[in-house]
Nanobody, 123 residues
Framework: QVQLVESGGGLVQAGGSLRLSCAAS????????MAWFRQAPGKDREFVAR????????LYTDSVKGRFTISRDNAKNTVNLQMNSLKPRDPAVYYC????????????????WGQGTQVTVSS
């Protein structure tokens, strides 16, 4: 079983930065493709970024390209999301998620989820 715990959310001004982290328990972290999703009030959960097992391939949704960077450290069982140039459209609860295969990052196909961390952006 895999447990995921996010941290690093908070309040930041528009244009500022936050770094989210997700710590995973279990010995299979390096076998997981990890992703970040977000969900704003009244909206569906949406894909933000994904990173493959060794970090060699990353994927981002268009709205965060050039601003967000996903990375992972398999030795520390962590995956991070560096968020720069935050915009008023970025506030949401951010979730990390994991699964054992790549492919289309559909949220319903991820069996492992963290509890989420709130990101708020003030204008």
């Amino acid at each position: 079983q895999v447990q995921l715990v996010e941290s690093g959310g908070g309040l930041v001004q528009a244009g500022g930065s936050l770094r989210l982290s997700c710590a995973a328990s279990g010995r299979t972290f390096s076998n997981l493709v990890m992703a970040w999703f977000r969900q704003a009030p009244g909206k569906d959960r949406e894909f933000v970024a994904r990173i493959t097992w060794t970090g060699g391939i990353t994927l981002y949704t268009d709205s965060v390209k050039g601003r967000f960077t996903i990375s992972r450290d398999n030795a520390k069982n962590t995956v991070n999301l560096q968020m720069n140039s935050l915009k008023p459209r970025d506030p949401a609860v951010y979730y990390c998620a994991g699964r054992y295969y790549s492919g289309n990052p559909v949220s319903s196909k991820y069996p492992y989820w963290g509890q989420g961390t709130q990101v708020t952006v003030s204008s």
